[in-house]
C-alpha cells in the first residue's frame, strides 16, 4: 500500500510558477513509476506528466512540454512537478498517482491516488 499527498497547489498570474509534491508513504514507492495528472470542472482527468521508478524516464502531455517538468527523490519518497510560464488553461486540481508499471498516461494503470491540489491561474 502506498499513500499519497499532495502539496504546493495555490493561485498564480499567467506566466508564474508552482511547484507541486507529492509525498508517498511506505518504502514501494521508490519502485513505483509514477505521474500526475489534472481534472478541470466539467472535463475529464488528463495526464500531466510521468517518470519510471528510477526517474530516467519521463514523459509529458503536449501541452505542458517545455514548461512542466517531473521529478522525483527517492531518499525523501517524493515527487515534484515544476510548473513555469503557468497558462490559464493549467487551471484544475491537480493529482499525482504512482503504481509498480511502466509510466502511463491512462488513469486506469495506476492504482494509487492523493487527493489533489488545486492550481489556480488568472489571467
Known amino acids: 500500500q502506498v499513500q499519497l499527498v499532495e502539496s504546493g497547489g495555490g493561485s498564480v498570474q499567467a506566466g508564474g510558477s508552482l511547484r507541486l509534491s507529492c509525498a508517498a508513504s511506505g518504502r514501494a514507492f521508490r519502485s513505483y513509476a509514477m505521474g500526475w495528472f489534472r481534472q478541470a470542472p466539467g472535463k475529464v482527468r488528463e495526464f500531466v506528466a510521468a517518470i519510471s521508478w528510477s526517474g530516467d524516464s519521463t514523459y509529458y502531455a503536449d501541452s505542458v512540454k517545455g514548461r512542466f517538468t517531473i521529478s522525483r527523490d527517492n531518499a525523501k519518497n517524493t515527487g515534484y512537478l515544476q510548473m513555469n510560464s503557468l497558462k490559464p488553461e493549467d487551471t484544475a486540481v491537480y493529482y499525482c498517482?504512482?503504481?509498480?508499471?511502466?509510466?502511463?498516461?491512462?488513469?486506469?494503470?495506476?492504482?494509487?491516488w492523493g487527493q489533489g491540489t488545486q492550481v489556480t491561474v488568472s489571467s
Open positions: 498517482a504512482a503504481d509498480r508499471i511502466t509510466p502511463a498516461w491512462d488513469t486506469r494503470e495506476y492504482a494509487y
